[in-house]
T-cell receptor, first 109, second 115 residues
């Protein structure tokens, strides 16, 4: 089936630094989504991208839908301690949503 | 804000026992999903319902897993018998429709430990 490769697996950064993570796939998706998951909770949607090339911002978060429809990235600017968590990319096509393995973000105050 | 309710939050069971999880989606959401998330991995779809009908259960291990949504509202996922490898977080999500543009809302999950 479709497989999403998300990188990096983990990041340790200082508060205030910018963060970038990305997701690639061998298959085309119609929609790319980015979720954040806190320990013991379900994923929460951060950003959804619906068109190839689309660049969308949500506060300090910026995400882009790759032109080839096979990749997406998420940037977080000026990180703060509450950004800690696991970030998942997800690709959606044909009633099917697949998730990457996640990027675990640690922010040191 | 409307939430997807799941219970129990935590479940410890012995292998070979039966276990069941319950999910109450956001009111009016026709589409309901059950996902399994193994520690350190992303969620993987087990089953998708549209109202009371199963739309996709291709990844559901049907020899031991079953899911139902009899009245098209709340749903139950059952495992019988449980195996050690079933230890995971079981997440329920719901959406107004089946497309990604409707947005999925996830519940807080049920953490299952099989001993």
């Amino acid at each position: 089936g479709q497989q999403l490769n998300q990188s990096p697996q983990s990041m340790f950064i200082q508060e205030g630094e910018d963060v970038s993570m990305n997701c690639t796939s061998s298959s085309i998706f119609n929609t790319w989504l980015w979720y954040k998951q806190d320990p013991g909770e379900g994923p929460v949607l951060l950003i959804a991208l619906y068109k190839a090339g689309e660049l969308t911002s949500n506060g300090r978060l910026t995400a882009q839908f790759g032109i080839t429809r096979k990749d997406s990235f998420l940037n977080i600017s000026a990180s703060i301690p509450s950004d800690v968590g696991i970030y998942f990319c997800a690709g959606h096509s044909n009633n099917d949503m697949r998730f990457g393995a996640g990027t675990r973000l640690t922010v040191k105050p | 804000e409307a939430e997807v309710a799941q219970s129990p939050r935590y479940k410890i069971t012995e292998k070979s026992q039966a276990v069941a999880f319950w999910c109450d989606p956001i009111s009016g959401h026709a589409t309901l999903y059950w996902y399994r998330q193994i520690l350190g991995q992303g969620p993987e779809l087990l089953v998708q319902f549209q109202d009371e009908s199963v739309v996709d259960d291709s990844q559901l291990p049907k020899d031991r897993f079953s899911a139902e949504r009899l009245k098209g509202v709340d749903s139950t996922l059952k495992i019988q018998p449980a195996e050690l490898g079933d230890s995971a977080m079981y997440l329920c999500a719901s959406s107004l429709g089946a497309g990604a543009n409707y947005g999925y809302t996830f519940g807080s999950g049920t953490r299952l430990t099989v001993v």
